[in-house]
Nanobody
Framework: VQLQASGGGLVQAGGSLRLSCTAS???????MGWFRQAPGKGREFVAA???????KYSDSLKGRFTISRDNTKNTMYLQMNSLTPEDTAVYYC???????????????????WGQGTRVTVSS
């Protein structure tokens, strides 16, 4: 599975961005998710979704971020609203092994990773 993330950029505080992650390859992962890594910090779980539409969010981000998925396009999205400078990070999309259906929030549960897309929120 190859993952290609896009949609990052520079936005002012209070603004919105939508990230996309398109999967390609011979297999399709059931569970896909978003993680982020701010400068000098570890990788943080943001949200994940399953093929059937189940979702899981970081408690601290739920309400501002919405994850969705278009299975016909093999694409996952992350709508981010009311952004703050604390949301500045590189955002990575990730996928679990194709046979797995459980949504986990730990990074080491995901075996496929995209290259990351940078989000910068200015104050």
């Amino acid at each position: 599975v190859q993952l290609q993330a896009s949609g990052g950029g520079l936005v002012q505080a209070g603004g919105s961005l939508r990230l996309s992650c398109t999967a390609s390859g011979r297999t399709v992962s059931n569970v896909m998710g978003w993680f982020r890594q701010a400068p000098g910090k570890g990788r943080e779980f943001v949200a994940a979704t399953s093929w059937g539409g189940s979702t899981k969010y970081s408690d601290s981000l739920k309400g501002r971020f919405t994850i969705s998925r278009d299975n016909t396009k093999n694409t996952m999205y992350l709508q981010m609203n009311s952004l703050t400078p604390e949301d500045t990070a590189v955002y990575y999309c990730a996928a679990r092994a194709a046979s797995v259906t459980v949504i986990y929030s730990t990074a080491n549960s995901y075996i496929y990773w995209g290259q990351g897309t940078r989000v910068t929120v200015s104050s």
